[in-house]
């Protein structure tokens, strides 16, 4: 998990709020992954970018739910209006080649509560 | 990506081997065997993959079935540190875009 920075880790939201969730990948690292784990279940993909470019966003909810990685800074996930259903353990990954999932390297995630 | 299929759960003693099986029958000739782990509260980490050769890292052995249908990750002298959920991933080695597939892992308890 080092070198993958996610912030903040926890996050408190109350319904109809919005959250923003931050990922800096590891230095060199031009590909994102967003992965969302809800209680007692897996991990489920979200969405892959890549500077600037949203590559698959397959796993994402088709509203409220967003996501970027700007030339400069951090990737971030947008969520609005949060629902309770949306709360969660969302992780990021990075890669420096695409594809490559060995070379996924994890960040420690943030943790969404909406109350 | 073929699917696999984990025990829900095992435990194990401090100090000895723990054996965590994986069946993928469903695997083609090109896709490899891939191991993470999640510790509780972290993020998953990478362990070892195979395609079918066995293989062996600093942190745990992959032996995968002559017929490539089912593997097992073996952690030789299993720490309460390894307390954690194994996922089994089974993927071409360079997938290009197509996202990663989680299921729902074993998790392991290793016991004092």
Do not use: C, W, Y
């Given at each position: 998990n080092a070198g993958v920075m996610q912030n903040p880790r926890h996050l408190v939201r109350r319904r109809g709020q919005e959250a923003r969730l931050r990922c800096s990948p590891m230095k060199g690292h031009s590909h994102v992954y967003w992965y969302?784990?809800?209680?007692?279940e897996g991990l489920k993909f979200m969405v892959y970018l890549q500077k600037e470019n949203i590559i698959d966003e397959s796993g994402m909810p088709?509203?409220?739910?967003?996501?970027?990685?700007?030339?400069?800074?951090?990737?971030?996930l947008r969520i609005q209006q949060v629902v309770r259903g949306d709360s969660a353990a969302y992780f990021c990954a990075s890669s420096q080649r695409a594809g490559a999932i060995h070379e996924q390297y994890f960040g420690p995630g943030t943790r969404l509560t909406v109350t | 990506d073929a699917k696999t299929t984990q025990p829900p759960s095992m435990d194990c003693a401090e100090g000895r081997a723990a054996n965590l099986p994986c069946n993928h029958s469903t695997i083609s000739g090109n896709e490899y065997v891939y191991w993470y782990r999640q510790i509780h509260s972290q993020g998953p980490q990478y362990i070892?993959?195979?395609?079918?050769?066995?293989?062996?890292?600093?942190?745990?052995?992959?032996?995968?079935?002559?017929?490539?249908?089912?593997?097992?990750?073996?952690?030789?002298?299993?720490?309460?540190r390894d307390t954690a959920v194994y996922y089994c991933i089974v993927r071409l080695r360079d997938s290009g875009n197509t996202p990663l597939?989680?299921?729902?892992g074993t998790r392991l308890s290793v016991i004092a």
């Open positions: 969302r784990q809800l209680p007692e088709k509203e409220r739910f967003s996501a970027e990685f700007p030339k400069e800074g951090p990737s971030i | 070892i993959h195979g395609l079918k050769n066995n293989e062996t890292n600093e942190m745990a052995s992959l032996i995968i079935t002559e017929d490539r249908k089912s593997s097992t990750l073996i952690l030789p002298h299993a720490t309460l597939v989680f299921g729902k």
